[in-house]
């Protein structure tokens, strides 16, 4: 309890919701809405914070809602049964079983042993591997699989390539390793279950507004989203920050051969994950096609994903050492990020109490009508995108979502084109080690110092700012509404 008190964060949760608690309530505000500001601020505080761990802050709705008289304990608990985070617990069970079998890194190092010869180009093969490997697995994990082999490629390079001075070492070395990092993250924008904001999205709009974002509707804008910003992110590290131009050694590409056959050939239990996957992809993009048939109308995106990790506890794996079924429970257990989901939850309480109670549209109420949209998408993205360099992107697309909603109602907009820009520019921090995990974790080799990471993240946070804003404004209403 000590160490509590002795935490700010903490402690200016504890203030400002009591402060605002005892103020006599504002005008058109309701007392369930003047209650729910008080846990906002509370919440909003811890989040940003981390007084407490986010997925303990995110117990809070469960605990102080029905205290409060804000909504009783069932409407507090129904988001964190939302169909949307089975859609995510069924995409990291699928995600733990490629893992499990290093289909993910078969796939990575078939890449990148056809990623050419010139150092640049090597780069941008370390990318695209972790932005289509991170469209359907977390980006942590990939950027844990692939940074050890950029280590790797990077030591032969610095051995093997004589003409290379230690600055044009130091270069290659640092546009590879946040090469890694920027790939995953640009590449977890492109699916709903890449990268949790976008899920945040979906279940918000379909709980508030009923409207249901599908898998394949959000690759519509997430695809050519990344697309557009994984070269340009690359043309960023290797010819404006670190100027990478050279030849790499035939003994790179002998290492990176060398290691994919140490995989030995493609096996049974890899085979049939992949078939698992394949279908499941399929049949995600498909959905609609589905839904026509009477035995199938029942079918969702969160439903597929669910059959999927079910088969995957049920095949057996055929292979001989590893006995048993293709996923095992344990396997769940140890490799699912349940946190997340948790935090998942309590975001979605938290935002459909916003709305329940008014306090949303009393928000909205104070903001002046008459505001350009591009300019509010514009001050949106860019205030997100640096907020998040410090805070956690689900918390703080959580705490954004229902605001946001709300001031573009009162602009009379239709709420989509903001809250996407939203889910969009809080996958976009770049800058600093703790704004996301694959930042953390390539910082953590001891080989990138913070200026140097904040100096490249800079320009591509400027690039996520121009980029989000341009499809939030026209690529959003022409694919998702």
């Not at 490997?133 to 093997?160: D, Q």
């Not at 003409?163 to 995953?184: K, N, P, R």
């Not at 995600?284 to 199938?296: A, E, G, H, P």
């Not at 907009?413 to 889910?423: G, I, R, Y």
């Amino acid at each position: 309890m000590n160490l509590l008190l002795d935490n700010k964060g903490f402690l200016i949760g504890i203030i400002l919701a009591f402060l605002t608690i005892s103020l006599p309530t504002p005008e058109g505000l309701s007392i369930e809405a003047h209650r729910t500001a008080a846990i906002f601020l509370l919440m909003g505080a811890w989040w940003a914070t981390e007084a407490v761990p986010v997925a303990v802050t995110a117990l809070v709705p469960l605990a102080l809602f029905p205290l409060l008289g804000i909504v009783d304990i069932q409407s507090a608990a129904n988001p964190y049964a939302n169909k949307t985070i089975y859609l995510f617990f069924g995409g990291f069970l699928i995600a733990t079983a490629i893992q499990k079998w290093d289909l993910h890194k078969r796939i990575a190092l078939f890449v990148l042993e056809n990623a050419g010869s010139n150092g640049a180009s090597l780069i941008f093969g370390f990318m695209l591997t972790a932005a289509v490997i991170s469209m359907w697995v977390m980006n942590t994990a990939t950027t844990i699989m692939l940074l050890p082999i950029g280590l790797a490629v990077v030591s032969v390079v610095k051995t093997t390539v004589n003409h290379l001075s230690e600055e044009d070492v130091e270069s290659f070395q640092l546009a590879l390793l946040l090469g890694i990092a920027y790939g995953a993250t640009i590449g977890g924008m492109s699916t709903l279950i890449g990268t949790g904001p976008n899920g945040m999205l979906a279940a918000f709009m379909a709980d508030n507004y009923d409207l249901d974002i599908s898998f394949v509707d959000w690759m519509k804008v997430g695809v050519p989203l990344s697309a557009i910003m994984l070269p340009c992110s690359w043309l960023i590290l290797t010819r404006v920050i670190f100027k990478v131009n050279f030849e790499t050694s035939t003994e790179t590409k002998e290492l990176l051969t060398s290691m994919k056959n140490d995989l030995g050939e493609l096996q049974g239990p890899e085979l049939r994950v992949l078939v698992v996957f394949f279908l499941t992809a399929l049949s995600w993009m498909l959905r609609t096609v589905l839904d026509n048939f009477s035995f199938l109308e029942g079918l969702s995106d969160a439903g597929i994903a669910m059959i999927s990790a079910l088969f995957l506890f049920l095949l057996p794996s055929g292979d001989k050492e590893k006995k048993g079924a293709l996923l095992e429970w344990k396997d769940a257990q140890e490799n699912v990020p349940w946190g997340l989901l948790v935090l998942f939850g309590g975001g979605l309480s938290l935002a459909n109490a916003v709305q329940a109670t008014g306090l949303a549209v009393w928000m909205g109420s104070l903001i002046p009508q008459g505001i350009n949209l591009a300019l509010i998408i514009i001050l949106v993205v860019a205030l997100i995108i640096f907020l998040t360099e410090l805070t956690s992107n689900m918390a703080t697309t959580a705490t954004f979502l229902p605001v946001v909603a709300a001031i573009a109602i009162q602009s009379n907009f239709d709420p989509l084109l903001v809250t996407a820009a939203v889910a969009l520019a809080a996958s976009c921090a770049f800058m600093l080690p703790v704004a996301t995990p694959p930042n953390a974790i390539v910082f953590g080799s001891g080989l990138i110092r913070v200026p140097q990471m904040a100096r490249a993240g800079f320009l591509i946070n400027i690039l996520g700012i121009t980029v989000v804003s341009l499809v939030a404004v026209f690529s959003v209403p022409y694919f998702l509404l």
